[in-house]
């Protein structure tokens, strides 16, 4: 079964605004990572934060933890019609190398 | 970071065959991964390939169902045998690579398999 959920699941916004994503999970994790899917290809690994770090800036990405609330945001800002994809949040748990997926976040960004 | 290479890309199988996915790592991985995305959901893990052991699957899928190979650090293949109208979904394969103080993942492209 999935790992957490992610919300909204679709988010459709203008070229230059930006997109927030959000995530939660259930277990105790080492790390959390955000991935993008184009169109049912592969994914394309974007960010990890680790468990004891509470923000991360990558480019126009943005990613928080809450480890408390077992939560994780995505922040993309000044978004382009190219970041028109799907978001999977992932967490390894703890004593597993093996990723437990969110059920994604459908963004699309109009030109 | 690592690239891999899946093949195929696409295919459409009657019911009741097998087809055997391909993926090549660039570099050596310890371990590899095979997931399922039914259409319009997000990833389930099959089962974690490590080389010179079985696989080890995950609740719901069996090694006679997806027989995994996995015979150095840098090839494995998944069978989807006896195939039904049910297997059709994306096959993505991954391996963890060390990326940014964890072990971030790459994927193939994937197999996107429809069964009539």
């Known amino acids: 079964s999935q790992q957490g959920e992610e919300d909204p699941q679709a988010l459709s916004i203008q070229e230059g605004e930006n997109a927030t994503m959000n995530c939660s999970y259930k277990?105790?994790?080492?790390?959390l990572q955000w991935y993008r899917q184009n169109s049912g290809r592969g994914l394309v690994h974007l960010i990890l934060?680790?468990?004891?770090?509470r923000e991360k800036h990558s480019g126009r990405l943005r990613v928080t933890l809450d480890t408390s609330k077992k939560s994780s945001s995505l922040l993309i800002t000044a978004s382009r019609a190219a970041d028109t994809a799907s978001y999977f949040c992932?967490?390894?748990?703890?004593?597993?190398?093996?990723?437990?997926f969110g059920s994604g976040t459908r963004l699309q960004v109009q030109p | 970071s690592a690239v891999i290479s899946q093949k195929p890309s696409r295919d459409i199988c009657q019911r009741g065959t097998s087809l055997t996915i391909q993926c090549q790592v660039d570099?050596?991985?310890?371990?590899m991964f095979w997931y399922r995305q039914q259409p319009g959901q997000s990833l389930t893990l099959i089962a974690t390939?490590?080389?010179?052991?079985?696989?080890?699957?995950e609740s719901g899928f069996v090694i006679d169902k997806f027989p995994i190979s996995r015979p150095n650090l840098t090839f494995s293949t998944l069978t989807v045998s006896n195939m039904s109208p049910e297997d059709s979904s994306i096959y993505l394969c991954?391996?963890?690579?060390?990326?940014?103080?964890?072990?971030?993942?790459?994927f193939g492209s994937g197999t996107r398999l429809t069964v009539v």
């Open positions: 277990t105790s994790i080492n790390n």
């Open positions: 390939a490590n080389q010179g052991s079985e696989a080890t699957y």
């Open positions: 991954s391996a963890d690579t060390p990326q940014g103080g964890g072990y971030g993942y790459t």
């Open positions: 992932a967490t390894d748990r703890e004593g597993r190398r093996a990723l437990t």
């Open positions: 570099s050596q991985v310890t371990m």
């Open positions: 934060i680790r468990s004891n770090e």
